[in-house]
């Protein structure tokens, strides 16, 4: 069964650098992609990127300037730093498992979610 | 950027009752659809993929359809369980957006 599990801080000042990161188990994160998601009231859902299986970066544009997304393999990690955050950022962000199955590319597996809250 | 503009916003139904949930992409995704069911608190779960194609362990009173630009997700006997909110999204092309929801409620 694979499991997902989202860490880092609750609370992040306006500004600065939110990091989060979501650890695999029951997978190999080197076998799929791997997503952040964002949902908030004001936005809904939202993709933010992914991390491909061969380590390659695809990130919304309204985002890319902002966004990283890495993988550490030895300990079956990947993780999101989000830059310069506002308000607007304050959100619950999962992570992810994208697959492809039979031409099409969905979410399967997703985190339990953490609620980040950008403070002034 | 490809919109996604779901309806209704919510709906109230009983048990029992068939539902069904629109979905309309502002050009054409041609089947790159996908739809989550979300309960409070919780992530979104996967039930359709490429317009029909059931998520594995979802009951098939869950179905999908539509081509193109229109598309339907239809709830053929609303149990319990099911009320939650569901939400498209496009796979066809970057940002991957989704939709803004459908709060499905008890009548």
């Known amino acids: 069964q694979v499991q997902l599990q989202e860490s880092g801080p609750g609370l992040v000042k306006a500004s600065e650098t939110l990091s989060l990161t979501c650890t695999v188990s029951?997978?190999?994160?080197?076998?799929?992609?791997w997503s952040w998601i964002r949902q908030s009231p004001g936005k809904g859902l939202e993709c933010i990127g992914y991390?491909?299986?061969?380590?390659?970066?695809h990130y919304n544009p309204s985002l890319e300037s902002r966004v990283t997304i890495s993988a550490d393999t030895s300990k079956n990690q990947f993780s999101l730093r989000l830059s310069s955050v506002t308000a607007a950022d304050t959100a619950v962000y999962y992570c992810?498992?994208?697959?492809?199955?039979?031409?099409?590319?969905?979410?399967?597996?997703w985190g339990q979610g953490s609620l980040v809250t950008v403070s002034s | 950027d490809i919109q996604m503009t779901q309806s209704p916003p919510s709906l109230s139904a009983s048990v029992g009752d068939r539902v069904t949930i629109t979905c309309r992409a502002s050009?054409?995704?041609?089947?790159?659809i996908n739809w989550y069911q979300q309960k409070p608190g919780k992530a979104p779960k996967l039930l359709i993929y490429?317009?029909?194609s059931l998520q594995s362990g979802v009951p098939s009173r869950f179905s999908g359809s539509g081509s193109g630009t229109d598309f339907t997700l239809t709830i053929a006997s609303l149990q319990p369980e099911d009320f939650a909110t569901y939400y498209c999204?496009?796979?066809?092309?970057?940002?991957?957006?989704f939709g803004q929801g459908t709060k499905v409620e008890i009548k």
């Open positions: 992810a498992r994208r697959r492809y199955t039979s031409g099409f590319y969905f979410f399967d597996y």
């Open positions: 029951g997978d190999s994160i080197s076998s799929y992609d």
């Open positions: 991390i491909d299986d061969s380590g390659s970066t």
């Open positions: 050009q054409t995704i041609r089947s790159y």
């Open positions: 490429g317009v029909s």
């Open positions: 999204q496009q796979t066809y092309s970057a940002p991957w957006p």
